[in-house]
């Protein structure tokens, strides 16, 4: 278990790597929407 928890940043930002772009997040391709 503490392996996975130490792999959890590496895995937010590969999710995120690439759906950044000048400070907006865009997770529309996750399924959230925008509030």
Same mark, same amino acid.
């Given at each position: 278990? +503490?392996?996975?928890?130490?792999? +959890?940043?590496?895995?937010?930002?590969?999710?995120?790597?690439?759906?950044?772009?000048?400070?907006?997040?865009?997770?529309?391709?996750?399924?959230?929407?925008?509030?």
């Amino acid at each position: 278990m +503490q392996k996975e928890i130490f792999e +959890q940043p590496n895995a937010i930002k590969n999710t995120l790597t690439g759906r950044i772009s000048h400070g907006e997040v865009d997770l529309s391709e996750l399924g959230a929407e925008r509030q």
